[in-house]
């Protein structure tokens, strides 16, 4: 089944700097990869996400690209603000059916 | 429009003993799913409804986890009886299928157990 795998699992970067989560999955059908952010206490909360008919795609400080050949997604956060700080899960859909398999988590960490 | 909703947010109970976690979707959603969170893990699937009919309920422990979804809006899954390994946040969340394929799910705030 489809297995997705996420690096790093914490990370730190000066406020104003970028952050790069990245991402690797295992079915090559897969065709939906969305972006969850969950700060303390809250549910995951969707801020991206990419289909597999696209190779990039970005919102303000928010971008995501797709590499289908090697399997890999990643999260890139430009201008990093200490609200960023909060963990980070990718996900992919499993091919066939209606649901998704996370990664593993990121936790995110902005220092002032 | 109003959120996945939740209740209780948080719970405590003893092992052995039952609870039941109630969740209301985002009117109009068909999917509805039960994830457990276990502490720095990422969200793994428990049950998967579309309307009120179960489509996927693979990972759920059937011999102490029960989930209904009786008239396709609202849902609950029930533990009984509980272990110390299902202390964990149970997350509820909803979908509609979207033009492209994609399903994006929005969740609610979850209820965290704690199991002594």
């Known amino acids: 089944g489809e297995n997705v795998e996420q690096h790093p699992s914490t990370l730190s970067v000066q406020e104003g700097d970028s952050a790069v989560i990245k991402c690797t999955y295992s079915?090559?059908?897969?065709?939906?990869f969305p972006w969850y952010k969950q700060e303390l206490g809250k549910g995951p909360q969707l801020i991206i996400d990419?289909?597999?008919?696209?190779g990039e795609k970005k919102d303000q400080r928010i971008a995501v690209t797709l590499n289908k050949t090697a399997k890999h997604f990643s999260l890139h956060i430009t201008e990093t603000q200490p609200e960023d700080s909060a963990v980070y899960f990718c996900?992919?859909?499993?091919?066939?059916?209606?649901?998704?398999?996370f990664g593993s988590g990121t936790r995110l960490s902005i220092r002032p | 429009e109003a959120g996945v909703a939740q209740s209780p947010r948080y719970k405590i109970i003893e092992k052995r003993q039952s609870v039941a976690f109630w969740c209301n979707p985002i009117?109009?959603?068909?999917?509805l799913y039960w994830y457990q969170q276990i502490l720095g893990q990422g969200p793994k699937l428990l049950i998967q409804?579309?309307?009120?009919?179960?489509?996927?309920d693979s990972q759920l422990p059937k011999d102490r986890f029960s989930a209904e979804r009786l008239k396709g809006v609202d849902s609950t899954l029930k533990i009984q009886p509980a272990k110390l390994e299902d202390s964990a946040v149970y997350l509820c969340?909803?979908?509609?299928?979207?033009?492209?394929?994609?399903?994006?799910?929005?969740f609610g705030p979850g209820t965290r157990l704690t199991v002594t």
């Open positions: 969340a909803s979908s509609t299928p979207s033009g492209t394929g994609g399903y994006e799910q929005y």
């Open positions: 079915d090559s059908a897969s065709n939906y």
């Open positions: 990419i289909r597999s008919n696209v």
């Open positions: 996900a992919a859909s499993v091919p066939g059916a209606s649901k998704i398999i």
């Open positions: 009117s109009g959603h068909a999917t």
């Open positions: 409804f579309q309307n009120n009919g179960v489509v996927d």
